[in-house]
């Protein structure tokens, strides 16, 4: 791929980027040492696989994975019946007949996983509720109302007492993944008013709540899905026992891969224990540290999900199903646009195109409003999914800060202005300018993601540091007095964000690149 600067002159970006990297992990790894050994701290446990590896300590903090852990056997028993049934169903019979016929076998299917009956029984009496009165009235608006009711009022589920302690992750999130599911067909009869309910469709509605790789995690919207059984019907010829049997070996040596990898990272690293330090010890680390913890705290996450999505990505897969595409790679992103669009892919489509694009619709003549409205309601709805504690209030600012400041240098770098600067001072020096401005959304977008991972409590310790206290140690000088003070390391970051920046904008363009020649084959 031809870049606007000379090879020479990347390598020099790449290879600082990388000994950054190699420091952050010493950083990392004897922060670790100093908490199992000598910050006074005993809830660090002894590694599960003790028997086979030795003494070795084990990070079991982060609640999402020991649950992800805990159901793995289970998820992929129920995951494994799912996909035999689903070719015996398409080899007996015509891929339509299969299509109406599974939708009852895949609720059976889930009403023995999430192992709760009250749950199961909620959502049908509210999917046939609100579904029913979105197809009479064809008005959104109700479906939208009810639904998020339901997934923020914490008094209703407590009131229902539906969660099992033992099985609250698959439950929970089969909970809130079929209310986003609910919403979608609402929202598609209300959009579609010429629709009109048939036995296909019908038993396909039935099929898109039950079906059990998209029943949590993985955002699919119902025209998407529709979509799909389309293709699997107008399929002249299936895939080859041989290559099926290939995509199995694969895309299992895969998974597997990725959960070791993020089993290992817990065994070396602490990035979860450490994060419940108490606010004080946590605030008094050295701003250095607060940052390289933000940064594999936010490895971990990337690891963690590429299982987690990666599992019901894989069934799907082995199905003949199109799921949402696996995360994108955090550490090749300097635009945090691009993080929204390539990590949850699924909330991703689901935000833009039935929350931003339908206010952008809107018929006003208050365009800039309109705009304002439609950039800030997927946000009210992440509010609404995730709470409003200040940790996420901060993600949700420094997101904003971050996406309209991408906003302004798009239009900008469109305007005829930037490309009479461009020719005056040459298309080398543009981009490497342009390099900088990245760094200038790099940094908010950063700490959002921060406050996003690290515990409540001490997410707005990490930003409050480096970026309040540090800006202010650089207007009055203070940063000079160490280099691991807030300025210096604030300082620090904007020079290597210069670097990282080239890096990244690299492979931006050759995943832009590698979109279009999909797109033309």
């Known amino acids: 791929m031809l870049l606007p600067i000379s090879n020479n002159e990347y390598y020099c970006y790449f290879i600082v980027t990388v000994i950054h990297a ?22 660090i446990e002894s590694s599960s696989y003790k028997k086979w590896i030795g003494d070795w300590n084990y990070d079991n903090k982060d609640t999402e994975w020991y ?109 809130t993944y079929t209310i986003v599911k609910i919403i979608n067909v609402s929202i598609y009869f209300s959009r579609n008013k010429e629709i009109k309910i048939s036995f296909k469709l019908f038993s396909r509605i039935i099929l898109y709540l039950f079906y059990l790789p998209y029943s949590s995690i993985l955002i699919v919207l119902f025209d998407d899905f529709n979509n799909q059984l389309d293709n699997l019907e107008n399929k002249n010829q299936f895939i080859s026992i041989k290559q099926y049997i290939k995509n199995v070996i694969i895309g299992g ?11 290992i990272f817990l065994h070396i690293f602490c990035v979860n224990e450490i994060q419940y330090l108490s606010s004080e010890t946590f605030f008094n ?9 933000g940064i594999f705290k936010g490895a971990f996450f990337y690891l ?22 696996k995360p994108i790679c955090i550490f090749t992103i ?48 992440v509010l609404v999914w995730h709470g409003t504690s200040t940790k996420y209030l901060i993600w949700v600012t420094c997101s904003l800060v971050d996406l309209f400041g991408e906003k302004i240098g798009r239009i900008f770098g469109e305007s005829q202005k930037w490309k009479n600067i461009t020719e005056y001072i040459g298309y080398k020096n543009a981009y490497r300018i342009k390099a900088i401005a990245c760094i200038f959304t790099l940094i908010p977008g950063l700490f959002g993601v921060f406050s996003f991972l690290i515990q409540d409590g001490n997410a707005e310790k ?26 210096f390391c604030l300082l620090y970051l904007l020079t290597f964000g210069y670097f990282y920046s080239h890096t990244c904008l690299y492979f931006e363009e050759k995943e832009k690149i590698k979109r279009k020649r999909k797109l033309n084959d």
Not at 26 to 32: A, F, G, K, N
Not at 285 to 293: E, G, Q
Not at 359 to 376: E, G, H, P, R, T
Request: net charge positive.
């Open 462 to 487: 990490i930003a409050y540091k480096i970026l309040v206290q540090g800006t202010l140690q650089i207007f009055t000088g203070e940063w000079k007095n160490s280099i691991l003070s807030p300025g």
């Open 253 to 263: 040596f895969r998974l597997t891969l990725w959960f070791l990898i993020t089993e």
């Open 304 to 325: 963690k999900y590429l299982f987690i999505f990666g599992l019901p990505i894989y069934f799907a897969k082995l199905d003949g199903m199109i799921p949402p595409r």
């Open 67 to 175: 649950s992800t852990k805990y159901d793995i056997l289970p998820t992929l028993k129920f995951y494994l019946i799912h996909n035999i049934l689903w070719k015996i169903f398409y080899k007996i019979f015509n891929p339509k007949l299969a299509n109406i016929l599974f939708g009852p076998i895949s609720a059976i299917l889930i009403f023995y996983y999430i192992d709760n009956s009250k749950i199961f029984t909620v959502l049908i009496i509210l999917a046939i509720f609100i579904i029913s009165i979105s197809y009479f009235i064809r008005i959104e608006f109700f479906a939208w109302i009810i639904c998020c009711y339901f997934i923020i009022d914490p008094r209703i589920q407590n009131h229902l007492n539906i969660f099992h302690i033992s099985y609250f992750y698959r439950q929970f999130n089969f909970y």
């Open 22 to 43: 190699f420091f952050g992990l010493y950083v990392i790894y004897t922060t670790s040492k100093w908490y199992i050994y000598e910050s006074g701290h005993i809830s």
């Open 334 to 381: 300097v635009r945090f646009s691009n993080l929204w669009r390539g990590f949850d892919r699924g909330l991703y489509q689901f935000m833009l195109r039935q929350i931003y694009i339908p206010f952008l619709q809107i018929n006003s003549k208050y365009n800039f409003l309109k705009f304002i409205c439609a950039f800030l309601m997927p946000f009210v709805f």
């Open 285 to 293: 680390l050295n701003a250095h540290v607060l940052f390289v913890i």
